[in-house]
C-alpha cells in the first residue's frame, strides 16, 4: 500500500510533526511504501532516511497523488495541504487528517483569516476527510465547539520511537547546581521568559539551558546577555542534544499550547523528570501521575515553589505509561489499521 504523508516542513529531528511523521514512517510495516512530500526543508536536514522524499516543485505532486493508495494531510490551516486534498478527492483516494494543534494568531487579521478559515476549509476537511486522527481528548472537544463534523474522528495520540531514547541515569543529588532544560521553537506562544524570569532569581541553584530557534530567540538573547545562569543554544542535532542531557535534572514545557508535546514523550522515556504548566496538551501525557511538578500557566509563584523545592524525579507508573501508550512501537498498529480499513 503506498501512502503519501504531507507536511510542509521536512527535518526529522528538529520539529514535533516531522518527527511524528518520520517516528510512524520507521515503524510502519514493510506493507506500507511511505512517500513525505514536503514544501521547505532546513539546510541541515537529515535525508538518509528510510521512506521517500520529494519536494514540492510545480505540478509535481499530481504524479504521487495519483499513484498514492492513502493521502495523510498533516497540519492545520495550511494552503499547501489544499491541492492534495482537492485532488485526492477528485481522483477517490483515502484521505487521513491530522491536524495536530490549533494555535491562535499573532495578530488582529492572523486571527480573523484563521476563524475564516475554520468556518469554510477546515469543515469541508473534517466533513470530506476518510478519517481524522486528533491526538487527544482535549482536541475532539474542540472540534466540537467549532461545530465540526466529528462522525469520522478517532484518537491516537502522538508517539516517539521508543528504542531512540535510552534512559539516562542522572546524578541529580549530588550536585549543588541543577541543570533545567528547554526544547522548543523559541516564539511567544512557548513562554520560555516566563521561565527565564523566575531562574535569574536562582543563580546560585539553577542554569537554565535554552534550546530551539524561533522569532523570540534573538530577542531574548540580547534582553538577558548578562544573565550567567541562562545559556542559549539555537538549535543543536541530536547527538550534540544527547551529551547536554547527560547533565540534566529537569526539563521544563511552559507552553500555553500544545498539541501533545513530543519533546515530554522524549524526556520520559530518557529518564529526565518533567516540569509542566498545565494545559491540556502536556496534562494528557502527564495525567495525575506528575502532580508536583505541575504549575498553573503564567504563574510565576507556582514555579518558583517547585524549582525551591528541587526535589526531581520520576513517577516509575509514568514512564510505563508512556511506553504504553505513546511509543509507535505500540501504536503503529492503529493507523495500519486506518490506512487498510
Known amino acids: 500500500m503506498r501512502v503519501l504523508q504531507i507536511y510542509k516542513n521536512f527535518n526529522a529531528s528538529k520539529g514535533g510533526v516531522e518527527r511524528h511523521i518520520d517516528g510512524l514512517s520507521n515503524t510502519i510495516s514493510s506493507n506500507f511504501k511511505i512517500t513525505y512530500f514536503y514544501k521547505i526543508s532546513d539546510k541541515d536536514a537529515n535525508f538518509n532516511v ?12 499530481i504524479k504521487y497523488v495519483f499513484d498514492s493508495d492513502v493521502v495523510h494531510i498533516h497540519g492545520a490551516r495550511f494552503l499547501f495541504n489544499l491541492k492534495f486534498f482537492f485532488l485526492a478527492k477528485i481522483l477517490n483516494k483515502k484521505i487521513i487528517y491530522t491536524p495536530h494543534c490549533y494555535y491562535e494568531g499573532r495578530s488582529f487579521l492572523n486571527d480573523q483569516i484563521k476563524k475564516i478559515w475554520d468556518l469554510t476549509i477546515e469543515k469541508i476537511f473534517y466533513k470530506f476527510c476518510n478519517k481524522i486522527v486528533l491526538l487527544n481528548n482535549f ?16 484518537i491516537i495520540p502522538n508517539c516517539v520511537i521508543k528504542n531512540n531514547h535510552r534512559e539516562i541515569k542522572s546524578g541529580t543529588s549530588e550536585r549543588s547546581i541543577k541543570n533545567i532544560i528547554s526544547i522548543s521553537r523559541i516564539d511567544k506562544v512557548k513562554r520560555i ?15 537554565f539551558h535554552i534550546v530551539g530557534e524561533g522569532p523570540e530567540l534573538k530577542n531574548l538573547k540580547k534582553k538577558y546577555a548578562n544573565q550567567s545562569n541562562i545559556k542559549f543554544y539555537g538549535f543543536i542535532k541530536d547527538d550534540e542534544l544527547q551529551k547536554i ?17 513530543t519533546t515530554i514523550i522524549e524526556m520520559i522515556l530518557s529518564n529526565i523528570p518533567v516540569i509542566a504548566s498545565d494545559i491540556p496538551g502536556n496534562i494528557a501525557i502527564l495525567k495525575d501521575l506528575n502532580e508536583k511538578f505541575i504549575f498553573k500557566l503564567g504563574n510565576y509563584n507556582e514555579l518558583s515553589k517547585i524549582l525551591e523545592k528541587g526535589n526531581f524525579n520520576i513517577d516509575y507508573r509514568l514512564r510505563e505509561n508512556v511506553i504504553k501508550n505513546y511509543t509507535w512501537e505500540n501504536k503503529v498498529k492503529e493507523i495500519e489499521k486506518i490506512y487498510e480499513s
Not at 482536541?139 to 478517532?154: C, P, S, V
Not at 542531557?245 to 508535546?261: C, F, N, R, V
Open 139 to 154: 482536541w475532539m472537544e474542540y472540534a466540537k465547539l467549532k461545530n465540526f463534523n466529528i462522525k469520522n474522528t478517532t
Open 50 to 61: 528510510k521512506y521517500k522524499t520529494i519536494k514540492s516543485k510545480y505540478l509535481n505532486f
Open 193 to 207: 521568559e516566563d521561565v527565564i524570569k523566575v531562574i535569574i532569581k536562582f543563580k546560585d541553584k539553577y542554569v
Open 245 to 261: 542531557l547527560e547533565i540534566i535534572d529537569a526539563y521544563i514545557i511552559a507552553s500555553e499550547k500544545e498539541g501533545m508535546p
